[in-house]
């Protein structure tokens, strides 16, 4: 990226913003139709796509996101849910371990 935009103090210079950091989906290479980049950022998960013009449009672009994205919020609190399970302290009934 610094070679299109100048760099300062490890920012991106790009118009009058200052940018710690870039992402974009590099162009599609024969036989596939979308590219995605992905990262994180300040604690989100950012997605980025292009696409090949002669087989998509930009609302089947938007809309593969939109899918991609939905599956990746699913998996995140499936994940949350199973790690709130696993972290809440368990109890055993008394009747169960007998007398002490």
């Given amino acids: ?3 299109l935009f100048p760099a300062s103090n490890e920012l991106l210079t790009v118009g009058n913003a200052l940018l710690f950091s870039t992402m974009g989906a ?9 590219s995605m980049a992905i990262c ?6 950012c997605f980025s796509a292009t696409w090949n013009r ?3 449009s930009g609302q ?5 996101l939109e899918l991609y994205k ?13 790690a709130n399970i696993e972290s809440e302290p368990q109890t055993v009934s008394q009747d169960l371990i007998g007398p002490l």
Avoid: S
């Fill in 26 to 34: 590099p162009p599609p290479r024969g036989d596939t139709n979308i």
């Fill in 70 to 82: 939905k599956g990746w919020e699913e998996w995140v609190k499936a994940g949350e849910m199973r």
């Fill in 54 to 56: 002669a087989v998509f």
């Fill in 60 to 64: 089947d672009c938007y809309d593969f």
């Fill in 1 to 3: 990226m610094t070679r």
């Fill in 40 to 45: 994180l950022n300040w604690g989100r998960i």
